[in-house]
């Protein structure tokens, strides 16, 4: 039997210099969280519409006595909405729509760094183009001809969408109580100089690696369950301004892992 061919993904490489793997988002993932997406901004037009009516009695006789000029501004101006709810949403919610984030996949650079404004921009300009001739046509046909399923507008981007994996929790959390120790014990004076193990350190990079995209009270606690585990040998005041926020603490833990290099 032929071995099937390793699934798409995207290497990252963490300013710790681990290597990490993100597989990218097929064609199905794509076409569902677009349908999640279309369906809203179908609502919101069918909303706005009926509040029009309650103003104008013939919206279509009302839409016809207009100049060409102003028709094709209003045309532009549902473009310009659609254009907007995709990459506002990208950039302000971390390279996720309601749709992406239902499906738990998000936009980011080729290099696996998180989108900006001129990416997402780009790449949903191009929607009119990947939406040729209808129903998306020349963007399927692109994905499924790439190796990243990618559509025209994020090979003009530099983007790619990925999965967001399911996080264990436990992992995080396990031996945190036991790795724990008072403040003035032996064990504590000895974790002052005991550099990290590399079970320690998978969970430290793999938790600062996908932070941004958690709960704030989900990041909070877990963050605080790894410092308890990796800074045995804090004092009661050197705990409190590591967690005061979710900044400091993973700086805590960036230079806890750092340390093993």
Not at 129 to 135: A, C, E, G, Q, S
Not at 140 to 167: K, N, P, Q, W
Request: one cysteine or more; hydrophobic letters at 50%.
């Amino acid at each position: 039997m032929t071995p099937s061919a390793p699934a798409p993904h995207v290497d990252v490489a963490t300013p710790e210099r681990v290597a990490l793997s993100l597989p990218v988002a097929g064609i199905g993932y794509r076409c569902l969280a677009w349908l999640v997406d279309a369906s809203l901004l179908f609502f919101f037009w069918v909303a706005l519409y009926f509040v029009i009516t309650l103003l104008v009695s013939d919206v279509l006789g009302a839409f016809q006595a207009l100049s060409g000029l102003t028709q094709t501004l209003l045309a532009v101006g549902l473009f310009a909405t659609q254009w907007l709810y995709w990459t506002l949403a990208e950039v302000f919610f971390h390279g996720q729509t309601p749709g992406k984030r239902a499906l738990r996949i998000r936009v980011v650079r080729e290099d696996g760094s998180p989108v900006g404004f001129f990416e997402s921009a780009v790449r949903n300009l191009c929607r009119a183009v990947d939406f040729l001739p209808v129903l998306y046509a020349t963007g399927c046909i692109t994905m499924l001809l790439d190796a990243r399923h990618r559509r025209l507008g994020d090979l003009l981007a530099g983007t790619v969408l990925v999965r967001e994996e399911a996080i264990d929790l436990d992992k995080y959390t396990q031996g945190a109580t036991a790795d724990a120790a008072p403040a003035g014990s032996p064990a504590t004076d000895a974790a002052v100089q005991r550099p990290l193990d590399a079970e320690d350190v998978e969970l430290v990079l793999a938790f600062l690696a996908r932070a941004p995209g958690l709960e704030p009270e989900v990041r909070r606690r877990l963050g605080g369950r790894l410092v308890d585990r990796v800074g045995a040998a804090l004092t009661d005041e050197e705990r409190t301004r590591v967690l005061q926020s979710p900044e400091a603490t993973e700086s805590f833990l960036r230079t806890r892992a750092k340390a093993v290099h």
